[in-house]
Structure formats: C-alpha cells, structure tokens
C-alpha cells in the first residue's frame, strides 16, 4: 500500500477499530492460497479511501454501455450513488431499494424504508472478523452502501440492476462498495450486478455483496465483470439460505488486469439449493480468478459449480472452489466441474478442488480439464469447408457459449456473446 | 472425374496405404470393402486431407491436384466426406454449423452467401431427405445424437453441401436396420449424373440399398480386385479369407445372419 493510502487510513481515526486487523494481520500474499496467484505487486499500488461525491460529469454513455434490462437501475460511481443514471421510479410493489446517502425508494406506500435501513446495519454489525484486509477495508470504506429489499410472497419479472463503474479520483485509487440483497419467504428476484470502469489508469474496485434468502425465496444473481484491462476488480459475495431457498448465480469474470470473483454460499437451511456457473475470458496478460465456497451447514442440500475458462496469450485463470459438508448435513448433494480451453501455449489454468467432508450420507462429485482445441473438431470443421480461423472461431464460442446459455434474461445473453465477439450468431 | 494413381500413405513410420489405384467417373457410385486394418478409413482421410498422413502418389477431381489442397480447399473443389465417428461439437449450434459451413464453400468459389431465411429452405428440404426433426436444427452438433441421429446429420450436410464427390466412410456402422433404410435412400436421393459417390463399407448389407456401379476390394493398402456388385455377393458368402494371406485372426467377423440377400 502506498503512503498516501496509509495517510488516508490514518487520518480517518473513527475507522481505527475496523482497521486494526489489518495492521495486525497485514496484506494477503503469496502465502495464502486463496490469494497465490494474484499480482501482489499491482495490489501494493491500490490506494483506499472515503467515497467522495459523485461527478456529473464524468463522460460515460450509460446507455449505450449496460445492457439495457428495462428494470429498477441503481447506479454506483465509485461507490456513490448516482441518480441521474439512475431509474428508480415506479418500482413493483414490495421491492424496497435503499441508495447510500439517499432517502429510500419503495414500491409499497407504507414507510418500509426504516426496514431497509436496518438491514444495512444488520450486515455491518455482522462483520465481526474479516476473511482478509480487503475485506476490512471494504467494510471501513463502503460507506451505507445499497439494499435491495424484496419483501414476503413477492414475484419480481423485471430484473433489478445494480451498475457499479470505477474510475480514478484525485485522493485514491481504488472504491469500495456494499450491496445488501434480501429475499423474504417464498418470493422470487433477479438482481443483476454490472462492473464496469472508465479510463486506462490503474483504477481498483472493492466490493462486497450480502445476500439472504430466506424459507422458500428464489434469487437469480448476475455478475458480470468488465471493466477495463487496466483496473482491479476485487469482488466478493456471500450468502446465507435458509431452509428451501434457491439461487442460481451466474458469474462472468471478463475484464480488469485481475479480476477476482469470490463467491462464499451457507447453505443453513435444509432442503436449500444453489446452483453457481460461470466463465473467464481471459486474453494479455489478464489474472481472472474464481474463488468459490459452498458450505453444507443443513441436510439435504444441493449445490451445483460448473466453471469454464477460456485462456489466451498470457492470461491466468484460477479456480479455487471449495465444498464443505459440515458433520451432520446427511443427503448433501454436491457436484463442481471446472473446465478450461487454452488457446496459447502461454497461458495458465490453475484449478483446485477443496472437499471436506465430514458427514456420511453424501454424493459428491469434482471434475477438473484443462485442454486446447480439439483437433479432431478442427478437422471435422476444415472438412465441411470452413476454414481453420472461422473454425477455431467457432469451437470457442462454441465451449464459452455454454455458459452463457445459462443466463436466463436474453438481452443480457446478447450483451455477453458480444463482448466476447460472437454477436452474430 | 476422380483418378488416383498410386497413392501411398504412412502414418509414424506404419505404410497403410501402398500403391492405390482408383478411376471413379461422374454419376458412379464405387464401394470399396475390405477387412479390418485394410487402410479404408485412411483412405477416405487422405482424400479429405487429414494432417498427420505421409503422402505419395497423386490424386486428381477433374484434373485438380487434390494432395496440394488443405481440407477446406478440397471442399470448395466438391469434396465431401461422411465420418466414420462424426464429432460432437458441444456449444455450436447445428444450424449455425451448416449455414457456415454452405457459405464457405460458396464464398471460396466466388458464389453469394445465402442468408438465413433462404438458408433454411435448403435446410427443411434436406431434413426431409434423412427424416430429421426440425428441432435438430436448434441442437449442438451431434452433441447427445445417438448412433444413427449422427449418422443422418452427416447425410443432411451431404445434402446441403452438394458435393462432386461424396465419400462416405462406414456410414453404415452402428446403425440399426430403420436407421439404416433412411440413411440408404437419402444417399440414394443424392445420386446424380454429376455426383460421385465411394461408399466405404465393411459388410455387404448397405450395398443392399446403395447398389455400387462397381465393388473394389482393398487389402493391405491395395486394392486386390475389382468388379460389379456380384463381387459384394461373393464376398458376403466367402468373407475376406481369399484376399488374406496371412493369419485368421485378420478374418473378420461375419455379417448377422439375415441381412443378406
């Protein structure tokens, strides 16, 4: 960390407390496995500090840069709110949405907004002991931070999109944000989280999602991570299910110099399930790192990991995902696969399987490849006329497709196979 | 139309192929039979231009130098060949595959490219032709076909293709015998006086329904004999052992009793 983060750390007195653990603990390294392959030496450069105010005029076409998913749309600039690029009016009936420094927008007459306020200080007060400094940081930095309430026995059609853009200010570098997402029983929600940034600085973004999803709720959750190749995006989500409660989550990791998605789900309630994919898009000389945790606190639990990489140049892929299944979590259902398409001799998947179990009556089953394009397909391709550019073409959208088929909302399907440069199929 | 002369073809230090010699008119349909490890596949291979083959001898489609040309180029000449073991390519969309695969060959030889309402005319006509569902369309290639499901996709690229000249190797392996008929008439829909056909085959039982003009049969990289299709007759009673000058253990299985004439 530079010295003027430290400066910004030490004039902040009020935030003493939170940042003892790092002054205790220090900076994760190379040392710690869930931090082994990141570029120690571009994280040293992040400088942190309070949000400042939001710039009105930062030149950011928003429209032409988010998928366009005809919802309720909050909108972080390093990590404050934004209301001109926001649209938070005429929210369904029973979505609460909270912005940081703001008054509350409700779909429901009834002031429910207090309730919302309180669950943002539900998710500070349960910060407790940080996994990492970064984590510490987020939790001093974040400010209120965004909630995003789906009251009891509530459907929600139109996805909720979240956009959090990063770009370089004058005190630090690098942003924190917060976004608290609860379901209430039996209802059901899309949120989509958008990461994207401006300039060609070296810009961080620290952000930290809470989701909980009480009996019988349903979340869809999105994440898609582009910002530009000259930034660091260090993202983090965890969450908590209750009993029957489902989540599928969907995450592309595509842009930063290294981009970290950690993704940490409790499954405390029985019956819950959780369904995780994603891909990495890695090209340059671009980190994207996967870090996936799903706990088995409760009995019969399902959890399902599917993650693809595909990794040119000189890029790294990481995938550390881990299954616990905790003493006592009988009919765990557990399964994670992690495939990954190098298209460079240069290029590194890295893929780890963490499995601790310690209950008995447990199927659980892990399957890692890494490969490069199949030469057989290559020359099936070649035969049918196609030539070997358009077919090489072909087989990579091919294997990445397959994860964004598993995204549900179409015009956001769309957005993905564009970025990834097959638009037209 | 097709000449090959003398065609050789090694793979790691192995000679498969040793000295082969094939004159295939337009419109005639040739079936070339022949044990196991006779060089049938490498053979189909080397007309496609597989990598990995050490090449001699020549092979000409119309007068065109076809060991020159990499695989793609030999399917804008006219080449199209039928796998033995079709690929699965999870993640690219049947539809897409073919509509590419059409408009390569076209835009390689100076053709317009067919958009996609046109493209799906010509799509339809040929699903018809191998009584494919239309929702095949919307599938990965071959990824979760069965055997024969496979099978038809090859013949419905065949179709849309159009080639000068078809090679369909072991087309008939795996199929059932419904599978089988509806393979058969496509191909036989596909005949024309333009259109060669090498119908590759171990059993006699698919020259039931795809009758060759001519029956070669190729033996340790040669072709040992060549005749019309009472050869295919002769062989279904006395198997491969005339042709075999070495052990038993080369002889092949015999065909399923009933699928003879």
Avoid at chain 1, 122 to 145: H, I, K, M, W
Avoid at chain 1, 342 to 354: E, F, H, K, V, Y
Avoid at chain 2, 72 to 87: K, L, N, T
Wanted: net charge negative; hydrophobic share 40%.
């Amino acid at each position: 960390m530079t010295s003027a983060a430290t400066a910004a750390l030490a004039s902040e007195v009020s935030l003493e407390a939170r940042l003892e653990q790092i002054a205790a603990a220090g900076y994760p390294t190379k040392r710690d496995e869930a931090w082994r392959y990141a570029p120690h030496a571009v994280l040293d450069r992040l400088s942190f500090g309070l949000p400042g105010t939001s710039e009105d005029e930062i030149f950011f076409e928003i429209d032409a840069q988010i998928p366009a998913l005809n919802g309720p749309r909050i909108v972080l600039v390093n990590g404050v709110f934004h209301e001109a690029y926001s649209d938070t009016t005429a929210l369904p009936l029973g979505l609460d949405l909270s912005m940081p420094d703001c008054a509350t927008a409700s779909g429901a007459a009834s002031a429910a907004g207090s309730a919302a306020n309180s669950l943002a200080n539900q998710v500070d007060s349960g910060v407790q002991l940080f996994a990492d400094a970064y984590l510490a940081l987020n939790a001093a930095f974040s400010g209120d931070g965004v909630v995003v309430h789906v009251g009891p026995g509530v459907h929600l059609d139109t996805p909720i999109h979240i956009v959090m853009i990063s770009t370089l200010t004058d005190t630090h570098n690098t942003s924190c944000s917060k976004l608290a997402i609860q379901v209430d029983a039996g209802s059901s929600a899309t949120v989509v989280e958008t990461k994207l940034g401006i300039g060609s600085e070296l810009v961080g973004a620290n952000t930290r999602t809470t989701i909980s999803l009480a009996d019988s709720a349903t979340l869809d959750h999105v994440v898609v991570q582009d910002v530009p190749s000259a930034q660091v995006h260090l993202s983090r989500t965890e969450v908590a299910q209750s009993a029957k409660s489902q989540l599928r989550a969907r995450l592309f990791n595509l842009g930063a110099t290294y981009g970290r998605l950690a993704y940490e789900v409790h499954l405390a309630g029985e019956g819950a399930r959780v369904d995780l994919s994603g891909l990495y898009f890695g090209s340059g000389d671009q980190t994207l790192d996967q870090q996936i945790s799903v706990v088995h606190a409760a009995k019969n639990c399902t959890s399902r990991q599917a993650f693809r990489g595909v990794l040119d140049d000189e890029s790294t892929g990481v995938f550390n995902g881990a299954i616990e299944v905790c003493p006592g979590a009988d009919g765990t259902d557990a399964m994670q696969s992690n495939d990954n398409l190098l298209l460079s001799n240069r290029a590194a998947a890295n893929t780890q399987p963490r499995l601790e179990i310690l209950a008995d009556d447990v199927a659980c089953k892990h399957g890692a490849t890494v490969g490069q394009l199949d030469a057989e397909a290559m020359y099936y391709l070649r035969t049918r006329g196609i030539a070997p550019d358009e077919a090489r073409r072909l087989l990579i959208n091919g294997f990445a497709d397959q994860a964004v088929q598993e995204v549900g909302i179409e015009v956001l399907r769309t957005w993905i196979a564009q970025r990834l440069g097959h638009g037209n199929e | 139309m097709l000449c090959v002369e003398q065609l050789t073809a090694s793979i790691g230090g192995t000679q498969i192929l040793k000295g082969l010699d094939l004159d295939v008119g337009a419109g005639e349909v040739h079936a070339i039979m022949g044990p196991n490890g006779s060089g049938k596949s490498t053979f189909a291979h080397t007309l496609a231009g597989r990598d990995g083959y050490e090449v001699g001898g020549t092979i000409t489609l119309d007068g065109v130098d076809l060991l020159q040309m990499e695989p793609e180029a030999r399917a804008a000449a006219g080449v199209f060949i039928g796998f033995q073991y079709p690929v699965e390519i999870p993640g690219v969309n049947n539809m897409y595959f073919l509509r590419t695969a059409l408009n390569s060959v076209r835009r390689a030889r100076g053709e317009t490219e067919i958009g996609a309402r046109d493209f799906l005319a010509i799509a339809y006509e040929a699903m018809d032709l191998v009584e494919m569902n239309r929702d095949f369309l919307n599938r990965a290639v071959n990824a979760g076909f069965s055997g024969g499901e496979k099978k038809r996709n090859e013949i419905l690229q065949m179709a849309v293709m159009q080639p000068r000249l078809a090679v369909l190797d072991e087309t008939d392996s795996g199929l059932d015998i419904d599978a089988l008929r509806v393979v058969a008439s496509g191909v036989n829909a596909l005949r024309g006086a333009e259109r060669s056909m090498i119908v590759i085959t171990h059993y006699q039982r698919l020259l039931d329904y795809i009758k060759p003009d001519f029956v070669h049969v190729l033996v340790d990289g040669q072709i040992v004999e060549s005749g019309d299709y009472t050869l295919a007759l002769r062989l279904e009673e006395q198997g491969y052992a005339d042709f075999v000058n070495h052990e038993h253990d080369d002889v092949p299985e015999r065909p399923m009793s009933g699928a003879g004439t």
